[in-house]
C-alpha cells in the first residue's frame, strides 16, 4: 500500500519486529503482476499482502511460478468464494487469509485462514486479531447470535482516536 494509507504502518513495522524484512516496491513494478511475480520470486518474499483484483490477475499468468512465497492476505476488497477457491487450487501449497477492516479501526481487525472445507456461501472476516474484539449488532444494536447478519462494531486499540469512546 502507499506509505499514505494506514495498512502501510503494519506492513512495515509488523516485519521488522521479528526480524523479518521489508521490501518496498516502486508502483511500476506493484500494479504489473507480471513484474511483480517476478521481483517475489527474485526477492524471496514469504509473506504478501494483495487486494482480490490483484490476485484475479495473478490467477491470468501463464506460469504459476510465485517462488517461496508461503502466506498471501487478502485484504481491501470482498475475496468471494470462487476466487478463493480458484487461488486455493491453483497454489495448494500456500496459506491463503482473508484480512478484513472498517475504516475505524487502524487496519485489518480480523484474519481468516482460507479452508475450502469449511466454505459455503461466503469467505468470512474471520475471528479478530490479537487486542481487538468485534461484535455483531442487529438494526436495533441487539446484539445478534452467531451467524446471523448484522453490523459489525469493533473495541480493542485498533479504533481510530476519533471513534474511541464515541457514542453509537
Not at 517462488?67 to 495448494?92: D, H, Q, V
Not at 487496519?107 to 469467505?123: A, G, K, P
Request: proline letters at 5%; a negative charge; hydrophobic letters at 40%.
Amino acid at each position: 500500500a502507499s506509505q499514505s494509507f494506514d495498512i502501510s504502518i503494519w506492513q512495515l513495522f509488523a516485519a521488522l519486529t521479528v526480524g523479518g524484512m521489508v521490501i518496498i516496491y516502486p508502483d511500476y513494478i506493484s500494479t504489473d503482476i507480471n513484474n511483480l511475480c517476478e521481483h517475489i520470486r527474485g526477492d524471496y518474499v514469504t509473506i504478501l499482502e494483495l487486494v482480490p483484483t490483484m490476485i484475479q490477475e495473478l490467477l491470468s499468468l501463464q506460469s504459476n511460478n510465485i517462488g517461496k512465497l508461503r502466506y498471501l492476505l487478502s485484504t481491501g476488497e470482498i475475496l468471494n468464494i470462487e476466487l478463493a477457491l480458484r487461488f486455493i487450487e491453483a497454489y495448494p501449497n500456500i496459506t491463503l487469509i482473508n484480512a478484513y477492516g472498517p475504516t475505524e479501526a487502524s487496519d485489518d481487525i480480523t484474519h481468516y485462514v482460507v479452508d475450502r472445507n469449511e466454505l459455503i456461501r461466503s469467505v468470512p472476516v474471520g475471528k479478530p486479531i490479537r487486542n481487538m474484539k468485534i461484535f455483531i449488532f442487529d438494526s436495533y444494536w441487539n446484539q445478534t447470535p452467531i451467524g446471523v447478519p448484522g453490523e459489525i462494531c469493533v473495541t480493542g486499540l485498533g479504533v481510530g482516536k476519533g471513534y474511541y469512546n464515541d457514542e453509537i
